[in-house]
């Protein structure tokens, strides 16, 4: 059974830093790209950041390209979010997902975590 | 970035009902599609895939359709337990990105 669990959220003071990490387990960590989804109060699902299995690879939402830096250690089955120079609008739920490819069918995040809350705020 | 929006917003509907949810992506996305259904408090949990391949452990009420740039996700025979938010993304961008979500409510 695919499990991913999210850490390391909390309130922290606008400007300053945070680092959330997802375990994962029950699946081939490497071999699957990963994401992180926010939801903050009141809107929808916001997709931050995506790395490729290997981690070669690092994709950014604009709202967040400078600040946040997505990275994995396959060797510790666990993905992290680092987070700098945090802003209220930062403030949301932040989950990890599994990004699976179904060849023709393109991507699709089949696992989530059950997500951890970063709040900013002085 | 490609946009998505979705419709509407919010929707009231009772047990039993046939509801039909939106979403529009700003340029073709061909079929690389997705829909979730998200409940509060808990994560997101993926019904759809590429526009119209439902999930293993989805029931066959749940439907999706369309291509390119105009797609629906529908519910026929509304159960209690599918009130719920449901957002569309798009994964033909690396850049992936949601619709603003649509909140069915009794």
């Known amino acids: 059974e695919v499990q991913l669990l999210e850490s390391g959220g909390g309130l922290v003071q606008p400007g300053g830093s945070l680092r959330l990490s997802c375990a994962a387990s029950?699946?081939?960590?490497?071999?699957?790209?990963m994401s992180w989804v926010r939801r903050a109060p009141g809107k929808g699902l916001e997709w931050v950041s995506g790395?490729?299995?290997?981690?070669?690879?690092?994709y950014y939402a604009d709202s967040v390209k400078g600040r946040l830096t997505i990275s994995r250690d396959n060797s510790k089955n666990t993905l992290y979010l680092q987070m700098n120079s945090l802003r209220a609008e930062d403030t949301a739920v932040y989950y990890c997902?599994?990004?699976?490819?179904?060849?023709?069918?393109?991507?699709?995040?089949?696992?989530w975590g059950q997500g951890t809350l970063v709040t900013v705020s002085s | 970035d490609i946009q998505m929006t979705q419709s509407p917003s919010s929707l009231s509907a009772s047990v039993g009902d046939r509801v039909t949810i939106t979403c529009r992506a700003s340029?073709?996305?061909?079929?690389?599609l997705n829909w979730y259904q998200q409940k509060p408090g808990k994560a997101p949990a993926l019904l759809i895939y590429?526009?119209?391949t439902l999930q293993s452990g989805v029931p066959s009420r749940f439907s999706g359709g369309g291509s390119g740039t105009d797609f629906t996700l529908t519910v026929t025979g509304l159960q209690p337990e599918d009130f719920a938010t449901y957002h569309c993304?798009?994964?033909?961008?690396?850049?992936?990105?949601f619709g603003q979500g649509t909140k069915l409510e009794i």
């Open positions: 029950g699946f081939t960590f490497s071999s699957y790209a």
């Open positions: 340029q073709n996305i061909k079929t690389y």
């Open positions: 590429a526009a119209s």
């Open positions: 993304q798009q994964t033909y961008s690396t850049l992936y990105t």
């Open positions: 997902a599994k990004d699976d490819y179904g060849g023709n069918a393109g991507y699709y995040f089949d696992s």
């Open positions: 790395i490729s299995g290997s981690g070669a690879s690092t």
